[in-house]
């Protein structure tokens, strides 16, 4: 049962003088009946009247006001925008982008000279493509979020960017979406879905296109598209080369499915747009990150002298880790097929197979990996160096990563003397032998399906090939854990 009503106060003359009096006005019998008895001793009086026609008005603003809220896409090309979404999605230009590399598409039409490309998604957290409509606006935006870090000043600088934007969605509920080892990219296509909108500095965010706006971001989706296809095989370099392209686009005819009339569903004609890296602007991006983070560089030399000799930030909590052989065949398929490549020289496919070692974790933390062994120059070379727990009396064989930096990083913690773990090293020391001194790390993806401790070829994300490196060469010693304590 659904009724309305609502209280009414009878104001008094004098307001001091005698209490409100108190009514409920209701058009439903069975609750006028019901509140009586509920009511009786607050000594309010319930009355029934057939119609209340202030309150359906109310509720019929309501309604039209939900009734009136606009599609997020024009309806007329909410179909071509969905499906050259579905391309970029395919494309999967964040595999080779980072967002600081930028994309600039000539379009000089409506209104716009140049759109300003940067993708998002490098990380696997969140997916989509900035079309920004100003270069000021992206360098704002930039230095706005360098230069603060409280959660205002942030939403201040993401209201105030000047961009259209896609971005993408799962479409369906995911139970473990609050899981941090959830990536949008393992879902199958038909479970994505795209979103499009708006940002301005007057505007705030908006999550609909107009007519206008949507054509813009089908052209942009288009031309970084075709780009795409043509020129990606160029992308996969640590920087940006200079490339440049034209192409002609027909723009997308409306929708026939609107009741639109004739002229509108023909075709809106043609566009020839220009398409090129920015190089100098990823240099600068760059420089501007960087210059922020050592602004306090008295503070970090001061803070040198109590860095640890062995980091242990690199690898990720709980990644799956072995030691094994990659048969040469496959070390061939991942040069070519690998998301990221890195060797320090040319590695002569001798022995059996290249010794590896192998890290597995979910898509965004090895994606995370990848890029922090990039920002060091890359991998330089795998050691094992004896290290010991004087409290507890154990010796451990310890894994490190050797950056182009210097810096050492420790991926594995190995009982000196554990059986499983002395029958891995004697036969990766037999094949490092083999191949000359060369060896690889594997950084792979999949670590709670079902190719968790045996990826897949499509799971392995970054292949580094490098030397192996003696503990004598690497020269520190055997090193001990040593507890810090803070003091306040």
């Not at 094992?384 to 930096?405: A, C, H, M, R, W």
């Amino acid at each position: 049962m659904f009724a309305r009503c609502y209280e009414q106060w009878n104001t008094p003359t004098t307001l001091l003088s005698q209490p409100a009096h108190k009514k409920i006005v209701v058009r439903d019998r069975q609750l006028q009946f019901y509140l009586r008895g509920v009511l009786q001793e607050l000594d309010i009086s319930i009355e029934y009247v057939p119609e209340l026609p202030l309150i359906d008005e109310i509720f019929r603003s309501f309604q039209q006001v939900v009734n009136n809220n606009p599609p997020t896409v024009p309806p007329q090309y909410a179909k071509a925008l969905t499906e050259k979404s579905f391309d970029i999605w395919r494309d999967a230009p964040w595999e080779l982008l980072g967002d600081h590399q930028i994309i600039s598409i000539e379009i000089k039409k409506w209104d716009i000279d140049t759109l300003y490309v940067c993708v998002l998604g490098m990380l696997g957290v969140d997916y989509g493509v900035l079309f920004y409509r100003s270069l000021e606006s992206l360098r704002r935006f930039r230095s706005s979020v360098l230069a603060h870090d409280s959660a205002e000043d942030l939403e201040e600088a993401f209201l105030g960017q000047d961009c259209l934007f896609l971005s993408f969605e799962s479409a369906v509920d995911i139970d473990d979406e609050d899981d941090e080892d959830f990536d949008l990219a393992d879902l199958p296509l038909s479970d994505i879905q795209p979103s499009f909108g708006n940002l301005h500095p007057l505007e705030g965010l908006r999550s609909f296109l107009y007519e206008e706006e949507a054509l813009v971001v089908w052209v942009g989706m288009e031309a970084l598209h075709r780009f795409w296809r043509n020129s990606h095989q160029k992308l996969e370099t640590e920087m940006l080369p200079n490339l440049s392209s034209k192409f002609r686009i027909s723009l997308p005819p409306a929708s026939k499915e609107k009741n639109l009339s004739t002229t509108d569903s023909q075709p809106l004609g043609t566009i020839t747009v220009k398409v090129s890296t920015e190089p100098e602007l990823e240099q600068e991006l760059l420089m501007m990150a960087h210059s922020d983070g050592f602004e306090d560089d008295d503070e970090d030399d001061d803070e040198e002298d109590n860095e640890p000799l062995l980091l242990d930030d690199l690898v990720p909590d709980n990644s799956f880790l072995s030691l094994g052989m990659m048969p040469w065949e496959t070390v061939q398929n991942l040069r070519q097929g690998a998301s990221h490549h890195f060797s320090v020289a040319a590695v002569e496919a001798t022995g059996e197979g290249l010794p590896i070692v192998l890290i597995q974790t979910s898509r965004p933390k090895a994606k995370a990996m990848i890029q922090d062994l990039e920002e060091a120059g890359g991998l330089k070379g795998i050691c094992f160096n004896p290290g010991e727990d004087p409290f507890k009396e154990v010796s451990y064989d310890l894994g490190i990563l050797q950056t182009q930096d210097g810096q050492l990083h420790l991926f594995g913690e190995f009982v000196e003397d554990d059986p499983t773990h002395v029958a891995a090293r004697k036969k990766w020391d037999q094949r490092c032998k083999k191949t000359k001194g060369f060896c690889g790390l594997v950084i792979a993806q999949g670590l709670t399906g079902a190719a968790r401790g045996n990826p897949q070829l499509k799971d392995m994300l970054g292949l580094f090939e490098v030397r192996c490196i003696s503990p004598k060469e690497l020269g520190i010693g055997k090193l001990q854990l040593v507890s810090h304590f803070d003091f306040e």
